[in-house]
Nanobody, 118 residues
Framework: QVQLVESGGGLVQPGGSLKLSCVAS????????MAWYRQAPGKERENVAE???????TYSAFATGRFTISRDNAKNTVYLEMTNLKPSDTAVYYC????????????WGQGTQVTVSA
């Protein structure tokens, strides 16, 4: 059974930083594209960043320069380091995994809440 478990969310002041973790079980992330998505209240879920099995990374415009996605295949864990956080970053952040050749993300975590507020 595949599980993706996110952690590291919380309440942070504007300008602060957080590092999210996503621990995978039941699959080897080295064979998957791993991504972070987020969904703010009343908004659609949106892609934040992704990392391929070759560790190529892509970022959405709002994440570029502030967020860093990384993976540790030995720990089967993906990270999202977020800096200079803004109130507009408030959302539930989800980890997702896509198998090679898949047109969509096959597995999702339950999410971790990030709240940016003074």
């Amino acid at each position: 059974q595949v599980q993706l478990v996110e952690s590291g969310g919380g309440l942070v002041q504007p300008g602060g930083s957080l590092k999210l973790s996503c621990v995978a079980s039941g699959l080897a992330i080295s064979e998957y594209v791993m991504a972070w998505y987020r969904q703010a209240p009343g908004k659609e879920r949106e892609n934040v960043a992704e990392t391929s099995w070759s560790e190529m990374t892509t970022y959405s415009a709002f994440a570029t320069g502030r967020f860093t996605i990384s993976r540790d295949n030995a720990k089967n864990t993906v990270y999202l380091e977020m800096t200079n956080l803004k109130p507009s970053d408030t959302a539930v952040y989800y980890c997702a995994a896509a198998a090679r050749g898949s047109a969509e993300y096959n597995y999702w975590g339950q999410g971790t809440q990030v709240t940016v507020s003074a």
